[in-house]
């Protein structure tokens, strides 16, 4: 794979290092990088490792150097045939993005900050197919300033060589060379710019008070920019009042590790400080955004929200940098030792620059599929609605199929086709745009109907007659049909029933969701094919990956679940609602919410609500909301993210079948609450029958009863649940591979 990296230049600063650091990385890997800036000190880096570097000025918003940029990068990209172009500021994003519309390329951006938002700002930034964030924060920030969709923004880290960081460097030759004889030694590295070194004037500030108190107190503060002068001007005034050379400006440097391996203890944020957390130092996190202080295990969680640059906290003072300096020299060097291993612990877990890369590399992926001139698979269902569970089948389809041949050409019937092109990276048509729809099968081999209760007529006949409409269209042209893990039913009428049954007797092959289907089509008379099928499988959202466990932490604290919780999600419908129930009984909302509130009580449990369909589920969760009370009702969840809540829950209670889906791949206990046949077929499915209760005669005290089996057995059912869930993902898979295998059926390559 060949990548274009575009940033503003290459001097001393957080994101420059990133983009150093990930390149030599991918170009280790095999990757062909080249990098575009305006240049700086870092140029000599990529040399060493054979990366190309390309001068644009690519650092100001002049409009002469604009259009230099423009057609520098379209006579660049024009050549070199790039599979990926990567800008990594504002400045190049924005060209690249024009360029993208022209020319067509895959780009993608990361977000290394927060910047200024205005209405014309908002409006030219370009963001690409894909963008990256160095945290939640800055995820969180694209997501509400940009209106980005949570599932289009990954999460990466500030990666660190941890072999080139750590505390085995040799700092003799700068010590030397700029005569550092201190015995107790603070080191800051930090671009000297008026937005960005507020901490380094400040601990010039702390440093006149210091170096009475501390014999040997010494600093030395590494990097330029537009206030070098300035910060030089106040280090020679306290050295001439100190009588020596307290505070030492080096101006920018290369040399970071062995200048960071010269500190007692290290003052900075972002990425400067996990490179002296590599190395073994103690910390002081303390920037221009804001304040942490010494870092600890205490408040590493609190750092790690802020990707260590301590945003939204209280600001650095001159007295709370003098506090922790003291605090860290009245230590003893075991206990300041102590700080320094725990920090590395931190790195090694989760910072190495091996891991930054694989982020990337996911990221590419899921971007970097080839332009395909021919199709191979057309995908129809449910798709394009907002409906989670839906949603979380397509993605599944999708990465699964990738998996097994990541240059298969796919094409989704969706209701929003530009939608559903940029989240999962597909050709997309309009569903009911028939000569579009027929265009696409005139060039693939194969469609599937993916997922999901197509194959009824219990809610609609139209919906049947469109299913069955798009799949007659298909063998008509030749294609093969599979239907992969489809929901049976219920089938009321019958003409749907044989409907149903003819089209798939004309299926090349038939996976079921489960045995309850699998019943259905014996009773419609589909024989068995040990080729063809009918196979029981399993859900395609098995195989659904939860979202980072950074993100899953950042939507805890967001929506303030700060204790141990339960996730909920119910529907409209089936007299579950106010009103009087069909029976003359209260309705089944009010018993449910009377359970739940004395589940939360008796357990301390937050009760957590997710509308999985906002379109539909939004009223029906508010009415619940009210009747418990206490609670939370949490909006806008993707899919991924609702997968990796559940990896916190203590339990799930679901009307929504895909929420007991999640739930049993997250290997979380469940209790569903049946309005179809589906919910009992699916619980029945996973040996879980005895946790469903059906919502048209539910009654007080059945859904106490069923959690306090749950919260009583929690370990026993959650080892239940990983067996499942590892048999579910192996037929899941399987899916995909057979409908890769359709695919190929006529080529060589099996």
Same mark, same amino acid.
């Not at 002469?64 to 050549?79: C, M, P, T, V, W």
């Not at 590395?344 to 990337?360: E, H, Q």
């Not at 068995?528 to 959202?541: T, Y």
């Given at each position: ?12 600063? %957080? ?14 890997? %095999? ?11 870092? *140029? ?6 054979? +990366? ?14 604009? +259009? ?60 690409? *197919? ?50 550092? +004889? ?40 590494? %990097? ?248 007659? !269209? ?137 509308? !999985? ?105 959650? *080892? ?31």
């Amino acid at each position: 794979m060949k990548i274009l990296m575009t940033l503003m230049g290459l001097e001393i600063g %957080g994101a420059e290092t990133h983009v150093v650091e990930l390149s030599k990385e991918l170009r280790a890997r %095999g990757y062909d990088i080249v990098v575009a800036s305006s240049g700086g000190v870092y *140029e000599r880096e990529l040399e060493k490792s054979c +990366i190309r570097h390309v001068t644009l000025p690519l650092h100001t918003k002049s409009p002469s150097a604009l +259009i230099k940029s423009y057609k520098g990068l379209e006579r660049l990209i024009s050549r070199e045939k790039f599979d990926i172009v990567h800008a990594h500021a504002r400045i190049p994003a924005f060209v690249c993005g024009l360029l993208a519309k022209k020319m067509g390329f895959h780009f993608i951006t990361s977000t290394h900050g927060v910047y200024k938002v205005d209405p014309i700002l908002t409006r030219v930034s370009d963001w690409g *197919e894909r963008s990256i964030a160095v945290s939640p924060d800055v995820k969180q920030y694209l997501i509400d300033k940009y209106r980005m969709p949570s599932d289009n923004i990954d999460l990466t880290i500030n990666g660190i060589d941890t072999k080139h960081f750590s505390k085995n460097i040799d700092s003799n030759a700068v010590k030397r060379e700029l005569g550092l +004889i201190g015995r107790f030694r603070v080191v800051c590295v930090s671009r000297i710019d008026t937005e960005a070194a507020m901490h380094a004037f400040l601990l010039c500030d702390a440093a006149e008070t210091l170096y009475r108190e501390i014999p040997g107190f010494e600093l030395l503060i590494v %990097g330029g920019g537009t206030a070098f002068e300035a910060l030089k001007t106040r280090a020679d005034e306290l050295n001439r009042k100190a009588g020596r050379a307290l505070v030492k400006l080096t101006g920018a440097r290369t040399d970071v590790a062995e200048l960071i391996g010269s500190a007692d203890v290290f003052v900075g944020v972002s990425r400067s400080a996990l490179e002296a957390m590599s190395e073994e130092k103690p910390v002081v996190l303390a920037g221009a955004q804001g304040y942490i202080g010494i870092l600890t295990r205490e408040n590493e969680k609190l750092a790690e929200s802020t990707n260590f640059c301590c945003r939204g906290e209280k600001l650095p003072t001159a007295g709370l940098l003098a506090d922790d300096l003291r605090r860290l020299h009245a230590m003893t060097p075991e206990e300041r030792a102590d700080l320094g291993r725990y920090n590395r612990s931190v790195i090694l877990r989760g910072y190495s620059v091996s891991k930054m890369a694989d982020d990337y590399v996911r990221a590419y992926k899921k971007v970097a599929f080839p332009k395909y001139d021919h199709g191979d698979i057309v995908i129809s269902g449910y798709y394009g609605f907002d409906n989670m569970g839906d949603d979380s089948l397509l993605m599944s389809i999708v990465d699964g199929i990738r998996t097994v041949d990541p240059d298969i050409g796919i094409t989704v019937l969706s209701n929003k086709p530009s939608e559903t092109r940029k989240l999962y990276g597909v050709r997309s048509v309009n569903r009911v745009d028939i000569p579009r729809i027929a265009a696409e099968m005139n060039r693939a081999k194969l469609l599937i109907s993916g997922g999901g209760s197509l194959l009824q007529d219990g809610t609609s006949r139209k919906s049947l007659f469109y299913y069955v409409t798009i799949m007659r !269209m298909a063998k008509k042209r030749g294609l093969s049909l599979m239907l992969l893990a489809n929901g049976l039913g219920p089938l009321v009428s019958e003409s749907g029933k044989r409907c149903a049954a003819e089209i798939m007797r004309e299926a090349d092959r038939i996976s079921l969701r489960e045995e309850h289907s699998m019943g259905i089509a014996r009773e419609l008379g589909i024989p068995d094919d040990p080729k063809r099928g009918p196979f029981v499988s399993a859900d395609p959202a098995f195989l659904m990956k939860p979202t980072d466990p950074l993100w899953t932490d950042h939507i805890l604290a967001r929506e303030d679940i700060g204790r141990d919780f339960f996730l909920v999600s119910i529907k409209p419908g089936n007299n579950f609602g106010s009103g009087k129930s069909a029976n003359g009984e209260r309705p089944p909302i009010e018993t449910i919410a009377a359970d739940i509130k004395k589940i939360s009580g008796k357990y301390n449990l937050l009760p957590v609500l997710v509308p !999985m369909h906002p379109d539909k589920d939004t009223d029906i969760t508010r009415e619940l909301a009210g009747l418990i009370g206490e609670c939370r009702v949490v909006r806008g969840l993707s899919a991924s993210e609702l997968c990796g809540l559940l990896t916190r829950a203590s339990f799930a209670v679901g009307m929504r079948l895909h929420m007991l889906i999640f739930a049993a791949a997250a290997k979380t206990p469940m209790i569903g609450i049946s309005y179809d046949p589906k919910i009992d077929a699916f619980l029945d499915y996973i040996g879980q029958k005895k946790f469903c209760l059906d919502v048209r005669n539910v009654a007080e005290g059945e859904l106490l009863s069923a959690a306090d089996a749950v919260m009583a057995d929690r370990e026993g059912i959650a *080892e239940v649940l990983r067996t499942v869930s590892d048999r579910m993902r192996r037929l899941a898979a399987s899916d995909c591979e057979a409908a890769v295998r359709e695919v190929k059926k006529d080529c060589n390559l099996l």
